[in-house]
């Protein structure tokens, strides 16, 4: 039994391949999070951890020598060890949190933890409406946004929404999920079009 079962950073390709070969590499699609996601909610947090981890110890280095250096460095590496973990956790959001499309099933993958993994779908005739969501200045700059999905039954505010945050180009991806699903749910998301928000 693998222990760490749920943590499979192989999982993405190999549905993918799975899913391709079942339907046909032109009726599959498959898309996670953005790079711009991976900037803001990874890179640019560790290069101001290890920043202010370098300054500091330095800092402290010029002021008292190196009497007391081995005592900062400890309390600097759990302090940076803490701060790591929400680091962590977003990268496993942008490397392990996808969905993939076919013209039957709709099926997202939620990387909960190491731990924890998710797995929801549904049925094309069960989605009612895909939304596209913007939030955030850079996020918008750059054409990034929020699907969401929204199955037969459910309201906006109920459990049944499926939503893959941050994606790259949501229009497009909206207009790509249409075309592989069926003409019918490109006339629902054309009728969604106008309750976009955009924040």
Known sequence: MKIFSNFD????????????????PENVIMFGRSKLYRVIKVVI???????????????LYSRL?????????????????VRLFPIIGKYMDYKLDFIIVTPDLLIM???G????????????KSIKTISVKKTGLFYSIFNN???IFLTEGDTTGGG?????????????RRKEIARIMSKDLETKILDSIGGDSVA
């Open 145 to 147: 946004g929020d699907l």
């Open 45 to 59: 947090p560790t290069f101001f951890l290890i920043a202010a981890t370098v300054l500091g110890l330095v800092g």
């Open 109 to 111: 993958y939620d990387q």
């Open 9 to 24: 950073t192989t999982i993405r390709r190999m549905k993918f391949q799975e899913y391709q070969e079942q339907f046909g």
């Open 65 to 81: 020598g190196s009497d007391y250096m081995l005592y900062f460095v400890i309390a600097f590496a759990l302090f940076d060890l």
């Open 160 to 172: 049944g929404e499926i939503t893959l945050r941050r994606v790259p180009k949501p229009e497009k």
């Open 113 to 124: 933890g190491i731990f924890n993994r998710n797995i929801i779908s549904t049925n094309e």
